[in-house]
């Protein structure tokens, strides 16, 4: 079985949230990103799950338990965009410094 060889992007506001987090978190992300997006963006692990349907991204991949990145993929061009990289405290995501909600389903926000 030839496993395909996926690539990876950062969107322009995905490099901001990097640079927010400081030098320590930026490679920890960008090196787990890289091992895990690279090979299987669509196995589901402790690390990578999919998102319910939002406007944002379609799955998360977990770094260290503290930070998430959130992504899409694009089977057809073997193509993984990442959208935004946050913070996780207790059970919200901080982009930049803020709450961050936009990619919570809305059947999440009903609750």
């Known amino acids: 079985m030839i496993v395909p060889a996926w690539t990876v992007k950062l969107k322009h506001s995905a490099i901001d949230d990097l640079e927010s987090l400081g030098p320590t978190a930026t490679k920890a992300i960008l090196r787990a990103a890289k091992e895990r997006l690279t090979t299987d ?64 389903s809305y059947s999440a926000k009903r609750s």
């Not at 196995?43 to 998360?60: E, F």
């Not at 998430?68 to 410094?97: P, W």
């Open 41 to 104: 963006p669509l196995a589901t692990t402790r690390h990578l799950k999919s998102l319910q349907p939002n406007a944002i991204a379609q799955r998360q991949l977990s770094v260290r338990g503290r930070y998430r990145v959130l992504f899409s993929v694009d089977t057809a061009a073997a193509m993984v965009t990442i959208a935004v990289v946050g913070e996780k405290r207790g059970n919200a995501l901080y982009v930049q410094g803020a709450r961050y909600t936009a990619h919570e």
